[in-house]
């Protein structure tokens, strides 16, 4: 059974940084991606990694603030997150893909961890 377990979330302030963890067994064949959900929206695709990081994505509303990246070695998955706007305030879910190939579809995930809150106050 697969677990993924995120860390780091907390309460920042506008402008400033957090970096979520997300650590299981298991992912060094698989691309992972992290999503989020705010209160009252749908789950939305933040970035995600293809297995070996050599290929990466970014929602729009991220690109050149978030950046993921992948420790093969240690099991985990990273998010950098800089420059917080009190509209990235969401619960992170870590995800492991089906496959190697990076995607930003929910469905082609199979793995989700548990969720951590971010809260960016302005």
């Known amino acids: 059974q697969v677990q993924l377990v995120e860390s780091g979330g907390g309460l920042v302030q506008a402008g400033g940084s957090l970096r979520l963890s997300c650590a299981a067994s298991?992912?060094?064949?698989?691309?992972m991606g992290w999503f989020r959900q705010a209160a009252g929206k749908e789950r939305e695709f933040v970035a995600a990694?293809?297995?070996?990081?050599?290929?990466?994505y970014y929602a729009d509303s991220v690109k050149g603030r978030f950046t993921i990246s992948r420790d093969s070695a240690e099991n985990t998955v990273y998010l950098q997150m800089n420059a917080l706007k009190p509209e990235d305030t969401a619960v992170y879910f870590c995800?492991?893909?089906?496959?190697?190939?990076?995607?930003?579809?929910?469905?082609?995930?199979?793995?989700w961890g548990q969720g951590t809150q971010v809260t960016v106050s302005s």
């Open positions: 995800a492991r893909s089906n496959g190697g190939t990076a995607s930003v579809r929910n469905n082609d995930y199979n793995y």
């Open positions: 298991g992912l060094t064949r698989y691309a």
């Open positions: 990694i293809n297995w070996s990081g050599g290929t990466t």
